[in-house]
């Protein structure tokens, strides 16, 4: 029976009934107490007569405690945050405030509550994040994240939390204290890398040798099926990337718009990947199986079902890069930069647009080392224009 009663100071005739209704959100156990007065057998059956109608009404619904106020924490900010809005996100910017949340925050001042910290707190602990070695990206996202939640915070608590975080200013970094940035390697680094890489694994040797001649994104090389190759006409075409989620890789849609494209293959690299498409043929035959059109050209299955992780191809080029002998600045996505900065004499920024899938022409001077076309023609100008005038007031 979901009940119980006992007598009451010893009194014959007094009963206290107790009701089981439940738990609560927080687990606790609910009761309904009835004081009544009666025999014993009286009691029992005003107890059952009680059970029975707690067992016919609706289930109730489970108390939540009350979230805004002033024992509101930051760790209580970000989850409500994630559980009423990350959803929107895609699954790598999920992962990426996650671990951030995870390692930097809620170890920290996620423990403290809202209403008990300032500026004056969040700003000293940006500093501490910068005196325990994180680069200056690194805590800015720290505080996109600390922000965001707060300011949410802030919102649903109807103006009565505070945001701590609106008005605290991120240390400064000085030129000997910023990392390095990534650099576009020298064509000598690239073909070493290739060379090394086609002597331990041919198909990663190609996998390479695309990004290098396409500019592709990691992603976009992970996510390439057989069905996206044009052989007659020497092209590939782009549209999906893999990107690194909770518990593994996930195919998605394109970055954005301009993402979309359809990309020329010098003879060398579709050589390369007709001979891919050979040894992966065999393989898969080998294990009884068929290489279907949509199979992915880099998987590492026989078949093809599943595309390569990101995160494995860019620890396997860190590997091939320390066998290479090439200097450490140089990544997986430096290849990106040096197929943007070989194009700059060569082509137009907004053909260079196009075929990087860049959704503005100014993120050509991000990716591109050297001198554009451009400005080194502005600099030659201002050359011969300055030179002229110098040679008329010598004439003068």
Known sequence: M??????????ADTWELRVFLGRDASGRVRHRHVRFHGTRRAAERELARLVAAQDAAPAPVPEERVLWGVTTTINDAIAAWRDNGWDDLSPKTVRHYESIWRVHIEPAIGRRRIASLGTYDVERYYRTLKAAG???ATVRQVKAVLHRSCRLARKWSGGTLPNPAADAD???WGLDERRADVRSPDVEEVQRLLATAAEDDPRFACFLRVLAATGMRRGEACALRWSDLDPELGAVRVDESVISARGGAVVKGPKTRASIRRLALDAVTAGMLQDLRVEQDRLAAGCGLAVAEEGFVFSFTPGGATPPHPDAVSHAFDRLRTRAGVASDIHLH????????????????????????WSTVQMARHYTDGLAAEDRR???????????????????
Do not use: W, Y
Request: aromatic letters at 2%.
């Open 334 to 357: 430096s290849l990106r930069h040096f197929h943007a900065t070989a194009l700059d004499p060569v082509i137009s920024e907004a053909q260079k647009q196009a075929r990087l899938g």
């Open 2 to 11: 979901a009940g119980s009663l006992r007598q009451v100071g010893g009194k």
């Open 134 to 136: 994180l680069s200056a």
């Open 378 to 396: 502005a600099a030659e100008h201002m050359g011969r224009l300055l030179a002229g005038s110098a040679g008329s007031s010598a004439a003068g």
């Open 170 to 172: 991120l240390p400064t």
